[in-house]
């Protein structure tokens, strides 16, 4: 059995540094949990560092180092991260990552490149930051079938939603101050588009199932056109928003979305504040399980990542890392799709109408013809002489309805914009 560990840093940011400053800091705590001393041999970065003794150019020099026993990727995006991750498991070392693109991306090359290696690959900071899902949907749900997955699994778009829900601010406005208060980069696209929050699913999706579910898999809708009057209107009727990923087992397939969604202010996720994520995971025995806490932040971010390392560190001082895969894949594995249109939700739509007689009953009607049920209405027209904003949320529809319907309401010349629609979720 080894006595000391060696890991090799490759990506020296914020949460480089912050792995560094917990494993300095709880290097004790560090040895008696993993059972071996677990020391930082090298740190490669664009640029010098402020432990030069440590300093690495090229992340190669890493990944050849005989005395390196983990690799640590930390620098994010698509490349070069995937060639770090590929050639370390080429190389016989493995591997800790929290990079949840490149995961999601290539997720069958990582894989089977472990399995083929015999090397493992641990992600848990790659979902949910501090929150440990990785390890509790791989192993303390081990003996579960799963039903779904539902989370709020991203920090910077549900801080702005939290911020325009208790202020009443513009998406704008709480962007900008999720920019400036370290939230969210300066490009932010990733984040509000919804394809962060997709990557994320993919990967707890492709665990839950065992097979590879891809990002173009799930439908994408992100929070970068609501508008304010709907988190006005919908707060009044006690619902919130937040940006919701989800992935239910369906008789006819895996229905896969993320979209911003509406929350009863009962629900768990309606106390869900900024920076905070949670995921709830159903399974046939354990039933509902929800994980909550940071999904951003330096220390929180690290602390998954430290915790990967610990835990494998125990298996490869006992000589045992790669004989069993932490991951079950199998290439072989073929997953169903539910289409998209037999997706079933109740729904909010905000018509915005002309003021004259007959509007409501046109607009019931042609819901009505394509069975779409309405559970309640409301008419604002604080602003009705200009136009008239008629609210319906509906009982549960097929997404195809609620589309088809919509398309020839849009057409109708007593609409004087296009309709907006949220799901309202349970």
């Known amino acids: 059995m080894k006595k000391s560990l060696n890991i090799g840093l490759v990506g020296y940011g914020t949460v480089g540094k912050g792995v560094v400053k917990i494993l300095e800091k709880n290097s004790a705590i560090a040895l008696r949990k993993a059972g071996v001393k677990i020391n930082v041999k ?7 560092i402020d432990k030069p003794k440590l300093y690495v150019k090229n992340f190669m020099d890493i990944i050849k180092d005989p005395e390196i026993d983990i690799v640590v990727e930390l620098i994010g995006g698509y490349e070069p991260a995937r060639t770090v991750i590929t050639e370390a498991l080429k190389n016989g070392k493995s591997v800790v990552t929290a990079n ?5 991306k290539y997720w069958d090359e990582i894989f089977s490149l472990a399995q083929e290696n015999k090397q493992m690959v641990y992600f848990e900071a790659s979902v949910g930051g501090v929150i440990p899902v990785i390890q509790g949907l791989n192993e303390g749900l081990a003996g579960n079938e799963i039903k779904n997955i539902k989370g709020i699994l991203n920090g910077t778009t549900n ?4 911020k325009m829900t208790n202020e009443g601010i513009t ?3 709480a962007l900008k101050n999720a920019q400036e208060s370290g939230f969210a980069e ?3 696209t990733a984040d509000v588009k919804g394809l962060d929050t997709a990557n994320k699913l993919a990967i707890l999706s492709s665990l839950a199932w065992g097979s590879w579910i891809k990002v173009e898999d799930i439908r994408v809708k992100g929070i970068d056109q609501l508008d304010i009057e709907d988190v006005n209107i919908t707060r009044d009727f006690g619902y919130v928003f937040k940006l919701i990923g989800s992935a239910i087992k369906t008789d006819k397939g895996i229905d896969l979305w993320v979209e911003p969604c ?12 900024n920076e905070y994520n949670a995921i709830m995971i159903k399974g046939d025995a354990a039933d509902d399980v929800m994980f909550y806490g940071k999904g951003a932040g330096q220390l929180p971010a690290a602390s998954a990542v430290v915790s990967d390392i610990i835990d494998l560190s125990k298996y490869i001082a006992n000589g045992t890392a790669g004989i069993v895969q932490n991951v079950v894949y199998s290439k072989k594995k073929i997953v169903k799709f539910l289409p998209h249109g037999d997706s079933k939700s109740d ?12 509007v409501l009953s046109k607009i019931s009607g042609i819901l009505g013809e394509h069975g779409v049920s309405i559970a309640s209405l409301y008419q604002d027209d604080r602003n009705k002489d200009k136009k008239v904003s008629i609210i319906i949320t509906t009982h549960r529809a097929l997404s195809k309805q609620i589309s088809e319907a919509l398309k020839e309401i849009d057409k109708l010349s007593i609409i004087k914009a296009k309709t907006v629609k949220y799901r309202i979720e349970e």
């Open 262 to 273: 509406l929350i009863d202010h009962h629900h768990s996720f309606a106390n869900v504040h």
């Open 100 to 104: 949840k693109a490149a995961l999601a």
């Open 42 to 48: 090298s740190i490669c970065d664009l640029r010098p």
């Open 159 to 162: 801080f702005i939603l939290s």
């Open 347 to 358: 729904y909010y739509l905000r018509f915005s109408v002309v003021n004259r007689p007959g």
């Open 186 to 188: 300066a490009n932010p």
């Open 171 to 173: 998406y704008a406005d």
